[in-house]
């Protein structure tokens, strides 16, 4: 079992920047992949990007590309999301996942946190 935590969200005025943690319980958090996704209202949830288990291989969403950096502390359990240049397109809510094996893109994750809101004002 795997517990996840996110922290880091806010209210953040367009072109600002926040960063997102997702803290993991667990002693196997070095074995899974983790991915960041997000879900505005009304719409589906969307890949933002991803890390494999040793953080060597790195996945993001077109949307987001050039703009946000996800990492991982794996002696702390700890995934991060830099985000930078938000615009009020990036505003939803962002969910930490963690998988047992590769990174999809697809949300077929194993665990999932609670959420954090971002919310970017024009």
């Known amino acids: 079992q795997v517990l996840l935590v996110e922290t880091g969200g806010g209210l953040v005025q367009a072109g600002g920047s926040l960063r997102l943690s997702c803290a993991a319980s667990?002693?196997?958090?070095?074995?899974?992949?983790m991915a960041w996704f997000r879900q505005a209202p009304g719409k589906e949830r969307e890949f933002v990007a991803a890390?494999?288990?040793?953080?060597?291989?790195?996945y993001y969403a077109d949307s987001v590309k050039g703009r946000f950096t996800i990492s991982r502390d794996n002696a702390k359990h700890t995934l991060y999301l830099q985000m930078n240049s938000l615009t009020p397109e990036d505003t939803a809510v962002y969910y930490c996942?963690?998988?047992?094996?590769?990174?999809?893109?697809?949300?077929?994750?194993?665990?999932w946190g609670q959420g954090t809101q971002v919310t970017v004002s024009s």
């Open positions: 890390s494999g288990w040793s953080g060597g291989s790195i």
């Open positions: 996942a963690a998988r047992y094996g590769g990174v999809s893109y697809s949300p077929t994750y194993d665990y």
């Open positions: 667990g002693r196997t958090f070095s074995s899974y992949a």
